[in-house]
């Protein structure tokens, strides 16, 4: 499946982004959706994933309150919300596609697909 994220931008602390990643291809209902971030200098990061029809999420711990993952099957969409946006949220942000579970875990090895990642910049 291709995936084509979007929605990012360079916004000041405390506010809020809604990312996009649009999937074309192959049965979006299909796959397992989730979200990587990489900060500048560092490793790829598990941020959020959701099951197939929608009804559970998984969220890093570090991640759970301000983030929220949600998916749109009709449209094959998956979203990202980020409320009360810190600087040190600044990052690329990757969605991901997986024909298994353990994406659920953060098993970005598990991987079948990403997006081309789009730039999230947050001031102080």
């Known amino acids: 499946v291709q995936l084509q994220a979007s929605g990012g931008g360079l916004v000041q602390a405390g506010s809020s982004l809604r990312l996009s990643c649009a999937a074309s291809g192959r049965a979006f209902s299909n796959y397992y959706m989730g979200w990587f971030r990489q900060a500048p200098g560092e490793e790829r990061v598990f941020v959020a994933a959701?099951?197939?029809?929608?009804?559970?999420?998984y969220y890093a711990t570090s991640m759970k309150g301000r983030f929220t993952i949600s998916r749109n099957n009709a449209k094959s969409t998956v979203y990202l919300e980020i409320n009360n946006l810190k600087p040190e949220d600044t990052a690329v942000y990757y969605c991901a596609a997986s024909n298994t579970d353990g994406i659920l875990s953060g098993g970005a090895a598990l991987v079948s697909d990403w997006g081309q990642g789009t730039q999230v910049t947050v001031s102080s």
């Open positions: 959701i099951t197939r029809g929608g009804g559970r999420k």
